[in-house]
């Protein structure tokens, strides 16, 4: 759901500047030779579009800053005591200490790596991304969520790791609450 916005608001910001291209082109006339007036036309544009984009980012940013950090903002205790789930990434497979986890009830993955940097990403079965963190070595990234839909979830690597970057694969089930 979350994506198909994206995607749309992707889609539109590209026909904007897709528009803005046809706009530059369609006006791209003669050359003019008194550049003063042009010049301040421009600067006034620039500013009218600063203070666009100030107003129309500047709102949202504050307004979402205030959750931060998100975790807090989260009933993240709902449901009881987290599952704790230890993912270790190596090249080139992942780890987890467990295979079960319970739908409802928060889970803290504790991810590190073995060797180098690796993408911890959790994918739903429609293969959309669920939740992802850095794994990195020498660190141990806490990455918590509650998964509501029981199903099979799997786990692929987010980051170019090397020639077996593609079999970094690992797979739960996530069962309604017994
Ligand atoms: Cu590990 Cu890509």
Redesign the pocket.
Known sequence: MLQDIVWIVSLALMAVVGLGWGFVLLNSGAREENYAPLQQRAYRLRTRLFWGLVAVFGVPMVLTLSDLPYDAVRPAQAGGEAQVVDAT?Y??RWELSEERIEAGRPVEFRVRSAD????FAIYDEELKIVAQVQ?MPGLTNTLRHTFTRPGTYRVL??????L???N?FAEFTVEERS
């Open positions: 990434g090249m080139w180098i940097n690796h993408g794994a690597c987010l980051e170019y790791c090397g077996g970057h593609h970094m």
